[in-house]
């Protein structure tokens, strides 16, 4: 039975466009939403969402936390150690799905100019996700390169979800057989032109795929914010590509399907944190 999933969103923000156009949010029941936070407010906003959400029948809510790569360079040293700080809490209290969105972002110059701050706050990240034993959701942003020195750490983890997947197929590939439990998430660039998202939603195994929607942040051609709304559009494209590929789960609800068992496997850690 399908069940539309979304592997990397942020409803905080979400809410707070929601409010500047003056209308208000939808807040799901029937679709399984992994919520990501830097800021303990945003992750404490996201608990009592899921809260709301919660009863018999309902998708569950995935709670991620982590230091967002851009941090170093938009917010500064003291706010990256306030969220590492608020992300061991978490973890110790068992009050996290995953650690993330963590990683590197090389887009820009002043991104790049934190190029050693970003390998410091990964890092002390990483170790964290090593020793809870969660998940982890990457942001690689002209920065696949620099995942490569921490593979042999990466494939101790339960999964590791690579949000926005940047890469072709042949670079998923290559990383699944270093042994990295790894889920492919792809959002709104497979409606675009984005070559290396439409090649890697034809081509990439059925059982390594997530659908995103990076809500607000990754909208559709022509939308100025992202949403759960664009789901389907997603899932409808995916599907198109593989059948144009001929790749397997090409009909949509068989593909739903298949991405929501992607979805409850690579969080499974983090959703039975008893």
Request: aromatic residues 8%.
């Given at each position: 039975?399908?069940?539309?999933?979304d592997?990397?969103?942020?409803?905080?923000?979400?809410?707070?466009?929601?409010?500047?156009?003056?209308?208000?949010?939808?807040?799901?029941?029937?679709?399984?939403?992994?919520?990501?936070?830097?800021?303990?407010?945003q992750?404490?906003?996201?608990?009592?969402?899921?809260?709301?959400?919660?009863?018999?029948?309902?998708?569950?809510?995935?709670?991620?936390?982590?230091?967002?790569?851009?941090?170093?360079?938009?917010?500064?040293?003291?706010?990256?150690?306030?969220?590492?700080?608020?992300?061991?809490?978490?973890?110790?209290e068992?009050?996290?799905?995953?650690?993330?969105?963590?990683?590197?972002?090389?887009?820009?110059?002043?991104?790049?100019?934190?190029?050693?701050?970003?390998?410091?706050?990964?890092?002390?990240?990483?170790?964290?996700?090593?020793?809870?034993?969660?998940p982890?959701?990457?942001?690689?942003?002209?920065?696949?390169?620099?995942?490569?020195?921490y593979?042999?750490?990466l494939?101790?983890?339960?999964?590791?979800?690579?949000h926005?997947?940047?890469?072709?197929?042949?670079?998923?590939?290559?990383?699944?057989?270093?042994?990295?439990?790894?889920?492919?998430?792809?959002?709104?660039?497979?409606?675009?032109?984005?070559?290396?998202?439409?090649?890697?939603?034809?081509l990439?195994?059925?059982?390594?795929?997530?659908f995103?929607?990076?809500?607000?942040?990754?909208?559709?051609?022509?939308?100025?914010?992202?949403?759960?709304?664009?789901?389907?559009?997603?899932?409808?494209?995916?599907?198109?590509?593989?059948?144009?590929?001929?790749?397997?789960?090409?009909?949509?609800?068989?593909?739903?399907?298949?991405?929501?068992?992607?979805?409850?496997?690579?969080?499974?850690?983090?959703?039975?944190?008893?």
């Open positions: 039975m399908g069940m539309l999933t592997a990397h969103c942020h409803p905080f923000f979400m809410i707070d466009n929601a409010l500047a156009e003056g209308t208000g949010i939808r807040l799901p029941r029937d679709i399984a939403v992994a919520a990501s936070g830097w800021e303990l407010c992750h404490e906003m996201h608990e009592g969402m899921a809260r709301a959400a919660a009863g018999p029948g309902s998708a569950p809510w995935v709670l991620c936390f982590g230091c967002h790569p851009q941090q170093p360079a938009s917010e500064g040293a003291a706010s990256c150690r306030d969220t590492l700080d608020a992300l061991a809490r978490l973890a110790e068992g009050r996290l799905s995953a650690v993330g969105e963590a990683g590197f972002d090389l887009y820009e110059e002043r991104y790049r100019a934190t190029e050693e701050a970003q390998e410091r706050v990964f890092e002390t990240q990483l170790d964290i996700a090593c020793a809870r034993g969660l982890m959701v990457l942001h690689l942003r002209r920065a696949l390169h620099k995942l490569f020195p593979v042999h750490r494939k101790n983890l339960p999964a590791v979800i690579f926005s997947w940047p890469g072709s197929p042949d670079e998923a590939r290559a990383i699944l057989r270093r042994g990295i439990n790894a889920y492919f998430a792809l959002g709104g660039a497979v409606c675009g032109t984005r070559k290396n998202s439409r090649a890697s939603a034809a990439l195994p059925a059982d390594r795929l997530l995103e929607t990076d809500a607000p942040y990754q909208p559709l051609p022509g939308k100025t914010c992202s949403s759960w709304d664009e789901l389907p559009a997603i899932r409808d494209a995916v599907a198109a590509l593989r059948r144009e590929a001929g790749s397997p789960r090409g009909a949509p609800q068989e593909l739903e399907a298949a991405v929501a068992e992607n979805f409850f496997r690579a969080y499974k850690k983090g959703l039975n944190r008893e």
